[in-house]
T-cell receptor, first 116, second 111 residues
């Protein structure tokens, strides 16, 4: 079975450019999570969706970050304009939501983002 | 106090020994607990999850949960060099659907 698919795997761009990260969750999973991982701050939750609806975006660092989930099989995380401090590995994860919050999350391979 | 705390390590264990990884959490009402393994440059991979007090075993791995002490641990028996990785503890706080991750413990198994 296909896991969570993220693209691109690597992105290098200049400060000020728009960056779009993409995620396809595991088929049948109805919750999707975007994380950012850095050495200093570890793994941080940015935003998550249930049934394509954003539930908690309190981890989104600032208005430069936005996320959408237009359908059950696709989500984007956009940074505009990008800054060097946005450099990190961005992970997407998905899980089946069955009533409560107990089901494990499964991670994609991540996008390694470098802003010059 | 951080929501989920782990000793960052590095924890060095000889091959064949038992590796013990520990995690404490602050939300007493937390319901679900997960251990992820992350190799350098790779994504977190689910190893174990536990919901009830006590022990849960899966092969060489045992997760232990003590809700009264707000403590969860992961034991790795017969440690192998391939177990060398960072181990992330994640907790599902009460009433929340998200996971809160610890900083991770870097484990090195020495041949």
């Amino acid at each position: 079975d296909a896991g969570v698919i993220q693209s691109p795997r690597h992105e290098v761009t200049e400060m000020g450019q728009e960056v779009t990260l993409r995620c396809k969750p595991i088929s049948g999973h109805n919750s999707l999570f975007w994380y950012r991982q850095t050495m200093m701050r570890g793994l941080e939750l940015l935003i998550y969706f249930n049934n394509n609806v954003p539930i908690d975006d309190s981890g989104m660092p600032e208005d430069r970050f936005s996320a959408k989930m237009p359908n059950a099989s696709f989500s984007t995380l956009k940074i505009q304009p990008s800054e060097p401090r946005d450099s990190a590995v961005y992970f997407c994860a998905s899980r089946v939501r069955l009533g409560g919050g107990n089901q494990p999350q499964h991670f994609g391979d991540g996008t390694r983002l470098s802003i010059l | 106090q951080k929501e989920v705390e782990q000793n960052s390590g590095p924890l060095s264990v000889p091959e064949g020994a038992i590796a013990s990884l520990n995690c404490t959490y602050s939300d007493r009402g937390s319901q679900s607990f997960f251990w992820y393994r992350q190799y350098s440059g790779k994504s977190p991979e689910l190893i174990m999850f536990i919901y009830s007090n006590g022990d849960k075993e899966d092969g060489r791995f045992t997760a232990q949960l003590n809700k009264a002490s707000q403590y969860v641990s992961l034991l790795i028996r017969d440690s192998q060099p391939s177990d060398s990785a960072t181990y992330l503890c994640a907790v599902n706080p009460q009433g929340a659907q998200k996971l809160v991750f610890g900083q991770g413990t870097r484990l090195t198994i020495n041949p």
